[in-house]
């Protein structure tokens, strides 16, 4: 059973370009959290997705940042015009929909790096 | 906000327990304590929750206080690789819930 899977592993863009992260949750979870990791720092929620629903977003910056999670394929996290306190590591985790206590499983992380 | 308060450091000789503590003294009854780790770099891996009653996998023990206001994690048998950030987390709310992280204990295994 393949774990959480991210891609890319690292990215780099140029200030004002756009990062698009990928998150493919664990077989059988439909539940997709995204957290970023400042450097020297502690991880941060952002947003709790479900198939086609945000449920919570209060971690999320009110610009240039958003997420989706589509009926069919990965979880997207998508920031625009990246400025260079973006660079961050950004983990993305998943867990059951239901059967409780809903421990998260995470990814390896994508390290986007705003030059 | 953090609900938890662990040290910020420890260290541990390589072969014996690591006992890694853990205060969260305004848990709610239905709350979990749940930990991590973050091995360097890589992605948060989960170790043990538990809610009342003490727990064991085939990674570590957890002893929950009957007032349930502390916590210990107990490594058994502490090996180079086990060096990483150990994060105790109060899972704020019931169900599918962000985690909040605190600063965690840096865990040192030393040879």
């Known amino acids: 059973n393949a774990g959480v899977m991210q891609n890319p592993r690292h990215l780099v863009r140029r200030r004002g370009q756009e990062a698009r992260l990928r998150c493919s949750p664990m077989?059988?979870?439909?539940?997709v959290y995204w957290y970023r990791q400042l450097p020297e720092e502690g991880l941060k929620f952002m947003v709790y997705?479900?198939?086609?629903?945000?449920?919570?977003e209060s971690g999320m910056p009110k610009e240039r940042f958003s997420a989706e999670f589509p009926k069919e394929g990965p979880s997207i996290l998508r920031i625009q015009q990246v400025v260079r306190g973006d660079s961050a590591a950004y983990f993305c985790?998943?867990?059951?929909?239901?059967?409780?206590?809903?421990?998260?499983?995470f990814g390896p992380g994508t390290r986007l790096t705003v030059t | 906000d953090a609900k938890t308060t662990q040290p910020p450091s420890m260290d541990c000789a390589e072969g014996r327990a690591a006992n890694l503590p853990c205060n969260h003294s305004?848990?709610?009854?239905?709350?979990?304590v749940y930990w991590y780790r973050q091995i360097h770099s890589q992605g948060p891996q989960y170790i043990i929750h538990?809610?009342?009653n003490n727990e064991t996998n085939e990674m570590a023990s957890l002893i929950i206080t009957e007032d349930r206001k502390s916590s210990t994690l107990i490594l058994p048998h502490a090996t180079l690789r086990d060096t990483a950030v150990y994060y105790c987390?109060?899972?704020?709310?019931?169900?599918?819930?962000?985690?909040?992280f605190g600063k965690g204990t840096r865990l040192s295994v030393i040879a």
């Open positions: 538990g809610l009342k």
């Open positions: 987390i109060v899972r704020v709310g019931v169900g599918n819930t962000p985690l909040v």
């Open positions: 305004t848990i709610s009854g239905n709350e979990y």
């Open positions: 997705l479900q198939k086609e629903n945000i449920i919570d």
């Open positions: 985790a998943s867990s059951y929909t239901s059967g409780g206590p809903y421990e998260q499983y």
């Open positions: 077989k059988g979870h439909s539940h």
